[in-house]
């Protein structure tokens, strides 16, 4: 959602404005956004360049009680271009809290994403609630995904998390709780974005978010001839 001030999942109204269709618009992207009955604030969102085919939503279990956020599952397919198919793109964002809820919900994420995936490349997204080397990590690597920033990691380290505040000049983050993983595809390159403030209309300096983005550049397969 569109935060014309600094809040929290506890204090944004989930009235103000959804940005997926305009960011989409913007980008001459098609986008696919988290739907469902929960009046949830934040939620998951992909644009893609590529025509979306289809989407599926899946609320994750265990069920959580925390203000403002919908656990959930988004899983959209896309024709990539020439020829080389579809991909599968799913996305989620695990509970902070509770460990063995986070494990539990990875566990329901895994299961919803071998029942309905294709044969091609598969990515998967998110913000998992917990540094490399926890529980969900090892989970989603056991299926054969590869976490893109962990094996390409390049000069600087990929730091995501957290800025207690998206207000004002905030020290640089030092660790990561969100992640792209693969199979199918080679990594060519990895990065961040969204790592300094801009200014606004009052002078006062602005984040895009708490957390930085990861940027992945994937090469594509060659068709089958």
């Given at each position: 959602?569109?935060?014309e001030?600094?809040?929290?999942?506890?204090?944004?109204?989930?009235?103000?404005?959804?940005?997926?269709?305009?960011?989409?618009?913007?980008?001459?992207?098609?986008?696919?956004?988290?739907?469902?009955?929960?009046?949830?604030v934040?939620a998951?969102?992909?644009l893609?360049?590529?025509?979306?085919?289809?989407?599926?939503r899946?609320?994750?279990?265990?069920?959580?009680?925390?203000?403002?956020?919908?656990?959930?599952?988004?899983?959209?397919?896309?024709?990539?271009?020439g020829?080389?198919?579809?991909?599968?793109?799913?996305?989620?964002h695990?509970?902070g809290?509770?460990?063995?809820?986070?494990?539990?919900?990875?566990?329901?994420?895994?299961?919803?994403?071998?029942?309905?995936?294709?044969?091609?490349?598969?990515?998967v997204?998110?913000?998992?609630?917990?540094?490399?080397?926890?529980?969900?990590a090892?989970?989603?690597?056991?299926?054969?995904?590869?976490?893109?920033?962990?094996?390409?990691?390049?000069?600087?380290?990929?730091?995501?998390?957290?800025?207690?505040?998206?207000?004002?000049?905030?020290?640089?983050?030092?660790e990561?709780?969100?992640?792209?993983?693969?199979?199918?595809?080679?990594?060519?390159?990895?990065?961040m974005?969204?790592?300094?403030?801009?200014?606004?209309a009052?002078?006062?300096?602005?984040?895009?978010?708490?957390h930085?983005?990861?940027?992945?550049?994937?090469?594509?397969?060659?068709?089958t001839?």
């Amino acid at each position: 959602r569109a935060e014309e001030s600094d809040c929290t999942a506890s204090d944004c109204p989930p009235a103000q404005r959804n940005v997926a269709p305009a960011l989409a618009a913007a980008l001459g992207m098609q986008a696919h956004e988290q739907q469902g009955d929960e009046n949830v604030v934040w939620a998951n969102a992909i644009l893609s360049r590529y025509p979306i085919l289809r989407y599926e939503r899946k609320a994750l279990n265990p069920r959580t009680s925390e203000s403002g956020e919908g656990r959930a599952a988004l899983h959209v397919v896309a024709k990539l271009p020439g020829g080389a198919g579809e991909i599968d793109v799913f996305i989620t964002h695990l509970t902070g809290a509770d460990p063995k809820v986070r494990a539990a919900q990875a566990a329901d994420f895994i299961t919803f994403i071998s029942a309905t995936r294709g044969t091609g490349p598969l990515l998967v997204m998110g913000d998992f609630g917990e540094t490399p080397g926890g529980q969900v990590a090892q989970a989603l690597g056991a299926t054969g995904l590869t976490d893109a920033a962990a094996t390409f990691p390049g000069i600087v380290p990929i730091t995501t998390c957290c800025r207690a505040s998206i207000i004002g000049e905030q020290p640089p983050l030092a660790e990561r709780t969100d992640y792209v993983l693969v199979s199918g595809l080679s990594v060519k390159s990895v990065g961040m974005f969204a790592l300094v403030p801009r200014k606004r209309a009052d002078n006062s300096l602005a984040y895009a978010s708490d957390h930085n983005g990861i940027e992945v550049v994937f090469k594509l397969p060659v068709p089958t001839p």
